[in-house]
């Protein structure tokens, strides 16, 4: 790398933690947090850091079928070489993980063509529990988005819209492919309806995100993957296989997506994480 790109990048990395600081503090001010009533500046410090990834682990990581198989080997030890090291073989979208538009759709940006502030989204968190525990196919509606905005307000533009079903609570357990005797896959996810309604009203923008804790933002029954390649245009993301969604909030929170950035990647193992204010 130039002496000139790394300026830049060092220019790129500040501006986008300076962004962090003012898009968070902005959310708290709006919110009412206790920084405003106070009427100090806002700092990091009014906000906790919520990790939204599992942890990558071969003997618990599950797999989506298909994809290439995930381990880890132990390459030097620090008592036999004095450092310590391990070899990683795993697919794009192993674990907790992003998708990028070029994933289903051949002329939208791989994961080295997105833009920093791609990857940091205002957050809102649509609780489907219930529903999902009655029925692993549940579609999300665009009335239940809807009735979730007349209780907690309008969904942010350019917003990552995470569903909690419950599989977070599955990881690491057969139960979360919840195979059927048929070898079919069962697990919940957005309508095509409901995004086309994200995406026609402005919601999603012309960059934002779908996240859930299961494998993929669509059920698990549409093997056309009809919602991921709506999701997939201009720079909008997703985010799959998520944790700790109890502790993100219906709205308020800002999440901020990490991973390896591959040449012309699809996607990247993830560390997923949530500015969440204090209130």
């Given amino acids: 790398m130039t002496a000139e790109r790394m300026e830049w990048s060092s220019v790129r990395r500040r501006s986008m933690l300076a962004g962090v600081v003012s898009a968070v503090g902005g959310a708290v001010a709006a919110g009412g947090g206790s920084a405003r009533a106070s009427g100090r500046p806002l700092g990091l410090g009014d906000y906790r850091l919520v990790?939204?990834?599992?942890?990558?682990?071969?003997?618990?990581?599950?797999v989506y079928p298909g994809d290439p198989e995930f381990t880890l080997t132990t390459v030097t030890t620090v008592p036999e070489h004095g450092f310590y090291l391990q070899y990683v073989s795993?697919?794009?979208?192993?674990?907790?993980?992003?998708?990028?538009?070029?994933?289903?759709?051949a002329d939208q940006p791989h994961a080295d063509e997105l833009d920093p502030e791609d990857l940091f989204l205002p957050a809102v968190r649509v609780d489907v529990r219930e529903r999902a525990a009655r029925d692993a196919d549940y579609e999300v509606t665009v009335q239940d988005l809807q009735r979730w905005e007349k209780r907690h307000g309008r969904i942010p533009r350019e917003a990552a819209v995470v569903l909690w079903t419950g599989w977070q609570d599955r990881w690491g357990?057969?139960?979360?492919?919840?195979?059927?005797?048929?070898?079919?896959?069962?697990?919940?996810?957005?309508?095509?309806?409901?995004?086309?309604?994200?995406?026609?009203t402005g919601r999603l923008g012309r960059r934002g995100a779908l996240?859930?804790?299961?494998?993929?933002?669509?059920?698990?029954?549409?093997?056309?993957?009809?919602?991921?390649?709506?999701?997939?245009?201009e720079h909008r993301i997703s985010l799959e296989v998520l944790t700790n969604l109890d502790r993100l909030p219906e709205q308020g929170a800002h999440v901020l997506v990490g991973g390896v950035v591959n040449r012309r990647g699809s996607g990247s193992p993830a560390s997923v994480y949530a500015f969440v204010p204090r209130r």
């Fill in 211 to 233: 996240g859930t804790d299961t494998f993929s933002p669509e059920r698990a029954l549409d093997a056309e993957y009809r919602v991921s390649k709506l999701l997939y245009r």
């Fill in 51 to 62: 990790n939204l990834a599992h942890v990558n682990d071969p003997d618990r990581t599950n």
């Fill in 173 to 200: 357990t057969p139960a979360f492919y919840n195979f059927d005797e048929h070898g079919q896959m069962h697990q919940p996810g957005f309508s095509p309806a409901a995004v086309e309604w994200l995406v026609s």
């Fill in 90 to 105: 795993q697919g794009e979208h192993t674990g907790t993980h992003w998708g990028a538009p070029a994933h289903f759709n």
